[in-house]
């Protein structure tokens, strides 16, 4: 990966706020044309410093009122990526992180209702091989959703 340099930070801090302005603002908030911010966010996704541009879907608009983080241990932490094959197949699973503390595991997921939530913890989640334990803690409301600030300042 390239070193990031002032120009660089300075695209990505007006681009976490607003990913869908057009270049050309881009272009001329930073005072370089819009070819070369063009190339530098090319640059940047095929570095990996930009990961995705998509939307964020609200999951409540498509049904799914139930946002909820499991905590999974399993019976041994070598077993995590067959774990992550099979939480794969289940597409209310929205992340997955290998973690330190008191899980070996935690996910987030969405659920319709309390009915489909409890059929996925005890149906599916707790029937992977390897799955010992798992804790629910249901989101009552996201208060803060945002990206990593960016410092030009450096």
């Not at 990996?48 to 541009?53: E, K, L, R, W």
């Not at 699973?93 to 595991?105: D, P, Q």
């Amino acid at each position: 990966m390239e070193k990031i340099d002032k120009l660089d930070k300075k695209i990505l801090s007006i681009l976490s706020k607003n990913a869908r302005i057009p270049f050309k603002d881009v272009a001329a908030e930073c005072g370089v044309s819009r070819a070369a911010i063009h190339q530098r966010v090319q640059r940047l996704v095929e570095e990996g410093v930009i990961m995705g541009s998509g939307f964020d879907v609200n999951p409540k608009s498509l049904g799914y009122t139930t946002c909820t983080y499991v905590g999974m241990n399993l019976e041994r932490g070598s077993m995590y990526k067959d774990v992550v094959k099979c939480l794969l197949e289940i597409p209310e699973i929205v992340e997955c992180h290998f973690t330190t503390g008191g899980y070996t595991m935690l996910l987030k997921l969405f659920a319709r209702d309390n009915e489909q939530l409890m059929d996925l913890l005890n149906n599916k989640l707790q029937g992977i091989p390897g799955v010992v334990s798992t804790e629910t803690l249901i989101s009552l409301e996201q208060s803060i959703k945002r990206e990593i600030p960016v410092s030009i300042e450096e």
